[in-house]
């Protein structure tokens, strides 16, 4: 009782009391650009904290532009929507907020030209290695925020929240607060895909 209370508590803290206000705009609007960011993919053996610089030596955010931190084992966010739609979900390890990846993982065979990615806030990288083995992600990038940076710059009030990025990282319709259906979330990768190519995008050939 004590274990699942402390875990309880501390989804509560991380998502109403660190994330932020619980009247304040939740998540990045339709139409504005997401924030960048770079930080180390949690299967990967790159450790530091997530770089949120837009330029360089921009202090505690960053002495590279997160767009430029770009390798194995680092998840940029601006490397995927250069090269196409997104979906991005935040998510904390605990409770069923990461039903979500199983969701997204679902959808990678059938939207392979769609970025598929996940950033888990605060937590510990071991016990989101093997939440990652249990649910076989393979198509699914996650990252790890240690320090839960990109809560407070994304506007995470809810569990998981999932956001649908255009290519160049345009919000295409509004972020999804909780986890949903097959059936929904498939709908709206959907309708990133056709906002895309009606942007102009078209996927790759081969």
Not at 4 to 30: C, D, M, Q, S
Not at 141 to 169: E, H, W
Request: hydrophobic share 45%.
């Amino acid at each position: 009782y004590l274990g699942l209370l402390a875990v309880l508590i501390f989804v509560v803290v991380v998502i109403h009391t660190v994330l932020g206000k619980p009247t304040a705009v939740r998540g990045i609007e339709p139409g504005r650009r997401i924030p960048p960011f770079a930080l180390p993919l949690a299967t990967g053996t790159v450790n530091g904290e997530a770089d949120v610089a837009t330029h360089a030596n921009e202090g505690s955010a960053g002495r590279t532009p997160a767009c430029a931190e770009r390798g194995t084992g680092i998840l940029n966010v601006c490397e995927l929507y250069e090269r196409g739609p997104v979906v991005l979900a935040l998510f904390v390890e605990a409770g069923s907020c990461p039903a979500v990846l199983g969701e997204m993982q679902a959808l990678t065979g059938e939207f392979p030209d769609v970025g598929f990615a996940a950033v888990a806030i605060k937590g510990e990288r071991g016990p989101l290695r093997k939440l990652m083995a249990e649910r076989g992600l393979t198509s699914v990038q996650v990252g790890f925020d240690g320090d839960g940076v990109l809560a407070g710059l994304y506007k995470l009030l809810s569990c998981p929240q999932v956001t649908f990025v255009l290519p160049g990282g345009v919000v295409q319709g509004p972020v999804l607060l909780s986890t949903p259906s097959s059936q929904a979330l498939s709908a709206r990768v959907q309708a990133l895909v056709a906002a895309a190519r009606a942007h102009g995008w078209s996927a790759p050939r081969g």
